[in-house]
Structure formats: C-alpha cells, structure tokens
C-alpha cells in the first residue's frame, strides 16, 4: 500500500473497482464473506462509481435468487452507490483526463481503448475529498496501472499525500 495515512481510520473513504468484487466470486464464496467482514469489523462502507454497479449489475442471479451480490452487500451497507459524477467540475474532468492518460502511457493502449470505469474511481475519490469531511481516499482496483495513475493524476491536482492504491488481490489474500 502506498502512502502513509492509516486507511482504516474514520476520514478515509475507501473506493472500489468491479475487479475486487469479481475477484471475490460469489456470496457463498470465502473471499465474498471475508470482504464483507473486513468492511463490517472496520465500519467502512465501499464507495462504488455508477459505472460499477453498472458492471456489477449483470452478474447472474444464482447467488442470491432475485438479487445480485453487489445488490446483497449494499443493502447491507457495507458498499454504497456514488452520486453521478459532475463533469461540470473542473477537478473531476481534469483527473479522468489524467488517470486515461497515465494508463495509455503505461499500457501502450490508446486513449480511446481505456476503461471509463477507471477513470470514474479517481473522480469519485476527488468528488469525496472535495466535497465531504473525508480526508484521505483509499482506491482498491486489481488494475495496477490504474491504481498508480489514480494516485499520480489525484496527487497532480491538488491531493498529494491524501490517496493511495491498494491492489485488490493482495487485499483479498491479507483478510481471507
């Protein structure tokens, strides 16, 4: 993990991607339930973009008849549903920017081929550190190059020192 706040403390919001939830599996799974326990025993709620949900939001009704499992773990509390970005915000624009082209450089993809998902998490972490008593945002994404262009386009523009990246994988196996 990257930077030197404790991500568990009270003013941390903590930002996540479809690949930890996918990495999870389903509700019955050892991952699904050790990441609903970290997030219980730690009082901290998984603050998901739209465009996660989105992608979240097709997965098969086998795990929980009538329900999906991101469905299950926000009527829980334990992940809750962002606002819809505000690209009238200057900030928010301008770190999607960046994080679209921190990946491309990294990936030798072009621009255009890069998820909007990604750069939605580092809008949503500059939403929160912008607009709320949060002090510092914790990304969890399985996506190294977008965690570390997340932290690089976050700490460009004004947030130095106040997010790190924290690989999805090495976090399911720390708490499972």
Do not use: H
């Not at 709320?132 to 460009?156: H, K, M, P, Q, Y």
């Amino acid at each position: 993990m990257n930077g030197s706040f404790n991500p568990v403390e009270e003013s941390v919001v903590w930002v996540a991607d479809t690949g930890l939830f996918v990495a999870c599996g389903r509700q019955q799974n050892n991952k699904y339930t050790a990441l609903e326990r970290f997030a219980q025993r730690n009082n901290l709620s998984f603050v998901i973009p739209q465009r996660v949900y989105d992608e979240l939001g097709g997965a098969p009704n086998r795990s929980t008849p009538g329900q999906t499992p991101i469905d299950s773990a926000i009527n829980a509390g334990w992940v809750t549903v962002a606002e819809e970005l505000d690209y009238t915000n200057s900030i928010v624009s301008q770190v999607m920017d960046d994080v679209r082209t921190y990946i491309a450089q990294s990936s030798n993809r072009r621009e255009d081929q890069i998820e909007k998902a990604d750069t939605a998490l580092a809008a949503v972490a500059a939403e929160q550190l912008t607009g709320s008593d949060v002090e510092f945002a914790c990304v969890v994404t399985t996506d190294i190059d977008a965690g570390e262009g997340i932290v690089s386009a976050l700490s460009r523009n004004g947030f130095d020192g106040r997010v790190q990246f924290k690989n999805g994988f090495e976090l399911i196996e720390e708490i499972a």
